[in-house]
């Protein structure tokens, strides 16, 4: 039985076999929790993302975690929000899902997730919210290594929403 918890706090502290960055497509660095995590696990990051030619919002792509607390890290790119007829839910969706396949074809068991797309992109948050809670869900009723999903939210109000949420 895998367990889906929501906590209040800081990704780049969660001693997890990966987090999760909410990175974008050049996979280089950004502001909000990519700059965060990049300084967090050191300059060696970049230039591991440098040889992955970046990724497709939508899609993820993994590297060691250096200097963090976590094992690896699992960069994935979310969709800017343009109003939300542009495909933004299956974008959001598909992140969340690469994830968790790039994290069981690894072996992973514990995966922390930041709220995705709703920093400088803009997604609404409950919007976002509900998506990541019920892909996250679905991914569960496939077969997968991961035991533990953690979402990880920087700000209260995400939080409050995940509780709501979870209940
Ligand atoms: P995006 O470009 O995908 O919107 P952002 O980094 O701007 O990415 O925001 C995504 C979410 O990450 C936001 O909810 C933001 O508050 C949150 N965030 C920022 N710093 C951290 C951190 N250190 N740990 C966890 N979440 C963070």
Not at 53 to 59: L, N, W
Not at 88 to 107: F, G, K, Q, V, W
Not at 123 to 132: G, S, T
Request: glycine share 8%.
């Amino acid at each position: 039985m895998t367990t889906i918890q929501a906590i209040q706090g800081d990704i780049t502290k969660q001693a997890v076999d990966a987090i999760v960055n909410a990175a974008n497509t050049s996979l280089l660095g950004g502001g909000g929790v990519d700059g965060a995590i990049h300084r967090a696990a050191g300059p060696e990051l970049v230039f591991e993302c440098r040889m992955l030619h970046g990724c497709k919002t939508g899609d993820a792509k993994i590297t060691k975690g250096y200097r963090l607390p976590a094992k690896y890290i699992i960069h994935a790119v979310g969709p800017v929000w343009r109003g939300g007829q542009h495909n933004e839910p299956d974008l959001l969706a598909s992140c969340y899902r690469r994830a968790m396949e790039i994290a069981t074809a690894h072996n992973l068991t514990s995966l922390a997730f930041p709220n995705i797309s709703t920093g400088i992109y803009g997604y609404p948050k409950d919007k976002a919210a509900e998506v990541a809670i019920t892909t996250i869900q679905q991914c569960l009723e496939q077969p997968t290594s991961v035991q533990e999903v953690l979402f990880v939210c920087f700000e209260a109000d995400n939080f409050l929403l995940y509780q709501q949420l979870l209940k």
